[in-house]
């Protein structure tokens, strides 16, 4: 799962992109769920996966705050 969501994430990366970009985006929960907690979990989670995709050097921050694929 971990690698299809990262997979996922590599290709929404095509171009530069925000964080609340990648949570609105949905990778975790289904883009349909109104749960409240869906937003908190999807920021976290981005941040978390780019974090760890930076480190690899398969994700860089161009500029303050927005994100692409290497």
Excluded: N, W, Y
């Excluded at 990648?22 to 941040?47: G, M, N, S, W």
């Amino acid at each position: 799962m971990v690698e299809k969501r990262d997979a996922t994430l590599l290709a929404f990366l095509d171009e530069l992109r925000t964080v609340e970009e990648i949570a609105e985006h949905r990778l975790v929960c289904r883009p349909h769920a109104k749960d409240p907690h869906a937003e908190p979990a999807e920021r976290r989670t981005a941040v978390r996966r780019l974090d760890r995709l930076i480190d690899t050097g398969r994700v860089t921050q161009a500029e303050q705050g927005t994100f692409s694929a290497t």
